[in-house]
């Protein structure tokens, strides 16, 4: 399957799902992290946040309420609109392909996104995130992993649309991939009782 397949059925995917995610709670093991990126975002003195796969603004919606300009783009224009709804800033586009210049944003926050993209794309896609974040920028990443790693799944699509492309990375893997665009700053991972588990980082890009 081409990537423009792949992405056609996320679009078609979550444009079905749209509603019954708008009203799904986040994680509370992800909300904390949240908490706590933002804090370091203040410490920090940075202001302007680009999150890859904003869905229908959960994160986003918190991001803004604490202060920060934000900006959300996905590939789903039902979710960029959901956002629009909420007065959020935020543009249909691929995480291969963002309509920014560079060095733009202070920071970068992007949650089960990345584990859309091909493994012969992903490198593609943290350069591209890289080069609109400022030099030493944070960057928050956030994934479903197993030990081993698996080779590109689908799902069924659960009656919202297509089956969903998922590409599930172990942690070795997953860090030596991160560790080519910067400094893993923190990495950890939490279970939630199904089959895989939540691999969360915060890549520090590189300066240059």
């Known amino acids: 399957m081409s990537r423009a397949d792949r992405e056609q059925d996320l679009i078609a995917y979550y444009t079905g799902e749209i509603q019954a995610r708008v009203g799904r709670d986040l994680p509370e093991p992800r909300v904390a992290r949240r908490t706590a990126y933002l804090d370091q975002l203040r410490a ?17 919606q918190a991001i803004a309420a604490a202060g920060f300009t934000y900006t959300g ?14 007065g959020l800033h935020a543009e249909a586009t691929s995480v291969l392909d963002l309509p920014f210049g560079d060095a733009t944003f202070d920071a970068g926050w992007t949650m089960s996104t990345l584990l859309h993209v091909a493994d012969e794309d992903l490198d593609q896609a943290l350069r591209e995130i890289v080069r609109v974040l400022r030099p030493g920028a944070p960057l928050a990443v956030g994934l479903w992993g197993d030990v081993n790693g698996s ?28 560790g080519r665009h910067g ?12 089959a895989m588990h939540y691999q969360w980082a915060v890549l520090r890009v590189s300066a240059s």
């Open 73 to 86: 783009v996905d590939l789903s224009p039902a979710s960029v609109e959901a956002c629009r709804e909420l």
């Open 183 to 194: 400094e893993l700053e923190q990495w950890t991972t939490w279970n939630d009782g199904g």
């Open 44 to 60: 920090e003195g940075r202001d302007a946040v680009l999150e890859l796969g904003c869905g229908p603004g959960r994160d986003g």
């Open 151 to 178: 080779e590109h799944v689908w799902d069924d699509g659960k009656g919202y649309g297509p089956g969903r492309f998922f590409s599930i990375r172990s942690d070795e893997g997953m860090q030596e991939v991160l």
